[in-house]
């Protein structure tokens, strides 16, 4: 965790320069350190900026509650979220991370220690969820090719015969006899043209 990009979104100047300096103060090698005052002002600071983690009070001149998750979430997909609340709600904690946060902080019982751990469990969360999303993207892609691929050469995912023109379910062989007798092109390679 060297170099990270770090997003303080806090209306209270002390309690943001309290949680600055446990940041300086805990281990980790924070690259910038900067502070919103309102979810608009984060916002903007997220069009210009890209951010590893961005610590968020959920109560803001502009905004109040869970819809400030999703907003921050919104303006940086790729973040981890900590929000820090003023209380002890466990409640409010599940649903932070419902709405898209990986860690949930009370003022009170915020450390140095505790702030870096919730800044590395937080960042590995992020990174886990990120890398389902690219493996379902994936997986996507490649259903969309299959299915498209069926639609040219429709073949059973079980046995692997080809349907025919008639409909008829032919073993790779057959088919391709079948082609040859109705004057179908075969392709060869590049590598096997050259062992002809």
């Keep these: 965790m060297e170099n990270l990009a770090i997003l ?14 446990y940041l300086f103060r805990a281990p980790l090698k924070a690259g910038i350190i ?16 890209a951010y590893d983690v961005i610590l968020v009070n959920l109560i803001l001149s502009d905004s109040n509650g869970l819809e400030t998750i999703r907003s921050i979430a919104n303006g940086a997909p790729e973040a981890a979220i900590i929000v820090i609340s003023e209380g002890d709600n466990h409640a409010l904690a599940s649903k932070s991370v419902r709405f898209g946060a990986q860690d949930h902080l009370e003022k009170q019982h915020i450390s140095p220690i505790m702030l870096h751990k919730s800044l590395h469990y937080a960042i590995e969360r992020r990174t886990m969820l990120q890398e389902r999303e690219d493996v379902l993207n994936d997986l996507g892609t490649a259903l969309e090719k299959l299915d498209s691929l069926e639609n040219i050469l429709p073949f059973c995912v079980n046995c ?37």
């Design 34 to 49: 900067d502070r919103a005052e309102s979810l608009h002002a984060a916002l903007e600071r997220l069009a210009q900026t």
């Design 160 to 196: 692997r015969k080809i349907r025919n023109a008639a409909g008829q379910w032919l073993d790779l062989e057959e088919y391709i006899n079948e082609q040859d007798r109705r004057g179908g092109n075969r392709l060869i390679c590049p590598i096997c043209r050259q062992n002809f």
């Design 8 to 21: 303080i979104v806090e209306s209270n100047p002390t309690d943001s320069h309290l949680i600055k300096d």
